[in-house]
């Protein structure tokens, strides 16, 4: 049964075959076109990654003209330490007017742009004390307090001032031993202008933390600010030291103690800095 079956299908076959020969050329034609519809078939295959592989080559020729430009612009970009100043809305919380903070005797300030991170901006405040000028500090209950916090705390059982150095732009604050350096090499120096012991001079920073104070800048700064010290400068301190405020922060009082009378001028700096205990506020 199995090889009768067979055979007719192999005859049948071959009937057809032979019948579209002679009579009948379209199957032949069929199987002739089906041929080479399976070869271009697999000829197109690869030819597809091919195709796409030649335009690629002139959309990665713009790339480096593209690094190219970035290069280029670079250099435009000012230095970390010398941005633009930013300017910010003015808060509906500040006061509609700024008190005038008048001078008082024994108390010398100068400001100066040193560019400690902004260019075009006052960044540093030198104030000059009497000799005998006490000192009393509140400093940060922090576990991580910048150089100039630690400096300060260290300083503040002389329980004398004769000069404080105050800059923003930068804070000095995770710096490990470099920034500890930075802090040292400030208040050297400004002491040996001012003509005083090193732990008669503060220190504050206040600005971007994890850079290392650039103290080069500062210390060139303060030769000059020493030969303009100005008893009414106050309102210059209080700019001076501004980071993220949007308007100087200034306040002062006089009162009597002990029959005498007394003048108290505050400046501060500090926005949403004051958590926990101070924090980064000065």
């Not at 399976?38 to 796409?52: D, E, I, L, V």
């Amino acid at each position: 049964m199995t090889t009768r079956k067979a055979k007719p299908t192999v005859k049948t076959v071959a009937s057809k075959t032979a019948s579209g020969s002679k009579a009948k050329a379209p199957p032949a034609k069929v199987q002739t076109k089906a041929n080479p519809v399976k070869a271009p078939a697999q000829k197109a295959a690869p030819a597809k990654p091919a195709a796409p592989a030649k335009p690629v080559k002139p959309d990665a020729k713009p790339l480096p003209a593209k690094a190219v430009v970035a290069k280029k612009s670079e250099p435009a970009k000012a230095a970390p330490t010398q941005r633009a100043a930013k300017t910010h809305p003015v808060s509906p919380l500040a006061p509609k007017t700024t008190p005038r903070l008048p001078p008082i005797k024994g108390v010398r300030i100068a400001t100066s742009a040193a560019g400690v991170r902004y260019a075009g901006r006052t960044d540093v405040t030198l104030a000059v004390f009497a000799p005998g000028t006490h000192v009393a500090g509140v400093l940060t209950r922090s576990k991580c307090p910048s150089a100039p916090v630690d400096w300060c705390r260290q300083n503040l059982n002389f329980g004398r001032a004769r000069a404080l150095v105050v800059n923003s732009g930068n804070a000095n604050a995770f710096t490990g031993a470099a920034g500890a350096a930075a802090a040292r090499k400030t208040a050297l120096s400004a002491a040996e202008i001012v003509g005083c012991k090193p732990e008669e001079v503060f220190l504050a920073s206040t600005g971007v933390i994890g850079e290392v104070l650039p103290a080069d800048k500062i210390v060139q700064a303060l030769p000059g600010m020493n030969k303009n010290l100005n008893s009414d400068a106050f309102a210059d301190a209080a700019k001076a030291i501004m980071t993220t405020d949007t308007y100087a922060k200034a306040a002062t009082a006089v009162a009597e103690i002990d029959g005498v009378k007394v003048t108290i001028n505050g400046i501060a700096k500090g926005s949403g800095m004051i958590a926990p205990d101070l924090a980064t506020m000065l």
